[in-house]
């Protein structure tokens, strides 16, 4: 339990600050992948040419949650919610630079030990710097 009680202090040290950009190529297979994988039939993603808005959630996040379990360890972690805004879409071709931010964390004592309630900001912006999606999303980390 010492390890994520420290991993927690490590954390707060990074309440504010933009964690490095995570930059992505967009394929027409990771679209196609990511359009099966969630079940979305809409014939407009199929081709693999226009991203489903949601596909932007999938953006450099497994690299972020590897990037928080070297901080702190947590043994369990939960997303407690995600609020999305898109503002175009993303296009096979398109260069991703997403920045995740952790915006605050509180901690509390539960049942399973400490617990990390973290909010995380992160913006998308597209090889000509164009804003294409902005993201919060709440993660509890026991």
């Known amino acids: 339990m010492a390890e994520v009680s420290s991993g927690i202090d490590r954390l707060k040290s990074k309440v504010g600050v933009e964690w490095e950009p995570k930059v992505c190529q967009i394929e027409g297979e990771m679209i196609r992948r990511f359009t099966r994988a969630v079940g979305d039939p809409n014939p407009r993603w199929q081709d693999g040419i226009i991203a489903p808005p949601t596909f932007v959630l999938a953006i450099g996040f497994e690299q972020f949650v590897e990037d928080l379990m070297a901080l702190a360890p947590f043994s369990t972690v939960l997303m407690g919610g995600t609020e999305l805004e898109c503002y175009q ?4 071709g398109d260069e991703i630079t997403v920045i995740f931010k ?8 539960g049942k399973m030990g400490k617990m990390a309630f973290m909010t995380f900001d992160s913006s998308y912006k597209n090889q000509r710097q164009e804003l294409v999606a902005k993201c919060r999303q709440m993660v509890i980390g026991y």
């Open 89 to 92: 879409p993303i296009r096979r």
């Open 102 to 109: 952790l915006s605050s964390l509180r901690e509390r004592e």
